[in-house]
């Protein structure tokens, strides 16, 4: 359905004639291992005394609008998006949807991705968020509609996970490769030890089916110390920025806080662990900018170089992998010198399968290059150290 479409049969709060009569913010999703953006989950509000979005849906479930509702959000958010830089739009935009509008025959009839290519967008810029609190009775039903969207390039999330009872039917048929964590889960955990075991076996499960595990809601720097130390790498809340009219970074603040608390997840748990800097191998490394024909020579020259680090000034920008040469990784796994072999041993364990095997970049306290260690180099000294404490 196009926007004209649903604004004809919509009430006048709801469109104003082809224009939407809502507004779209954004929150960012960080990974507090490196601080990056990784995506912005897009919010809509209503007008006037709509504005709160729990309101505003509700309104127009009761006057059976929820699909001119949607149309208007998803309107609205991709005019703000195709007014974008590049650099904005490089990380996709999660998009709630619950699951009577997936189903609706209009969202899969085209529209959705006609509405997208109207500004300039394709379904690869988008993650669609499937809420756990609304339940899919027909489970055949989930499998085909999400795979048909994964199929057209879309993402999938599943929202609000831990809120309802419906939850682990619908990740098993939606395979998403992002998993929210319902702010309940989440809100003063490090309070609450029944939270921080349930939390814990969710990490594991979402590593063992390589999905993203996102920790929504989090507002205080406890909060944040415990999620870490339970394993949760990707985190969007208050404490990290509050949703705003277009996508924004997290603050200098927030990033000094972030760096400290990485560093104090690195400590050594045992006097006799060893710390990364014994390892590091100063591999070949190049400009960012060296064009890619002259990298890919780099490797037709030199059979044995598995991999070489792109540098802007001193500092690790990229990382390309013999296996990889048509794309670089510009969100290697990035530590610190000083973190304990057998923590790293777990962190890079925990990345998914297509960079699992990858090297990892070391750089000192103040974030300059030193070096790579290899996972063969890796688990070769972890096992090592594994025997001699056996031995003792």
């Not at 390309?320 to 290697?332: A, G, I």
């Not at 790579?372 to 150290?385: D, G, K």
């Amino acid at each position: 359905m196009s926007p004209s479409s649903a604004s004809t049969q919509a009430p006048a709060w709801l469109w104003n004639g082809d224009e939407p009569n809502v507004s779209s913010v954004f929150q960012p999703i960080v990974d507090l291992l490196h601080g990056k953006v990784i995506g912005h989950e897009v919010l809509s509000r209503g007008p006037g005394q709509w504005r709160e979005p729990q309101v505003l849906f509700t309104q127009a479930r009761a006057e059976g609008f929820t699909w001119e509702l949607e149309r208007a959000c998803w309107t609205s958010a991709l005019q703000c998006i195709s007014t974008l830089n590049d650099e904005q739009r490089r990380a996709p935009f999660f998009f709630n949807v619950s699951p009577d509008v997936l189903s609706d025959p209009r969202f899969g009839d085209g529209s959705t991705v006609a509405l997208l290519a109207r500004y300039g967008l394709t379904p690869r810029h988008l993650v669609l968020e499937i809420t756990e609190k609304a339940a899919f009775e027909d489970n055949a039903l989930i499998q085909r509609l999400t795979r048909q969207c994964a199929a057209e390039g879309f993402g999938i999330a599943l929202d609000d996970f831990g809120a309802g009872h419906s939850g682990l039917v619908t990740l098993v048929h939606s395979a998403p490769q992002f998993i929210k964590l319902d702010q309940a889960l989440v809100r003063d955990i490090h309070r609450y030890s029944y939270q921080q075991h349930l939390v814990k076996s969710l990490v594991a499960f979402a590593a063992s089916v390589d999905a993203v595990l996102i920790a929504e809601g989090v507002e205080t720097w406890d909060e944040l110390a415990v999620l870490l130390r339970l394993g949760i790498r990707h985190v969007q809340g208050y404490l990290i920025a509050r949703p705003a009219p277009e996508p924004v970074l997290p603050t200098g603040e927030f990033e000094a806080q972030r760096h400290l608390a990485m560093r104090a997840l690195d400590f050594r748990e045992r006097e006799d662990d060893e710390t990364v800097g014994s390892m590091i191998i100063r591999r070949l490394c190049v400009d960012e900018t060296l064009p890619v024909e002259e990298l890919h020579a780099l490797f037709r020259e030199a059979p044995q170089l598995g991999h070489v680090v792109l540098l802007e000034g001193d500092r690790p920008k990229a990382l390309v992998t013999r296996q990889r040469l048509t794309s670089r990784d510009e969100r290697p796994l990035v530590v610190e010198d000083r973190m304990a072999i057998t923590t790293l041993a777990r962190v890079a364990m925990k990345r998914g399968a297509d960079t699992l095997y990858d090297p990892v970049v070391v750089v000192d306290a103040q974030g300059r290059f030193l070096g790579t260690v290899t996972m063969r180099q890796l688990i070769h000294r972890s096992t090592e150290l594994l025997e001699r404490r056996v031995q003792r």
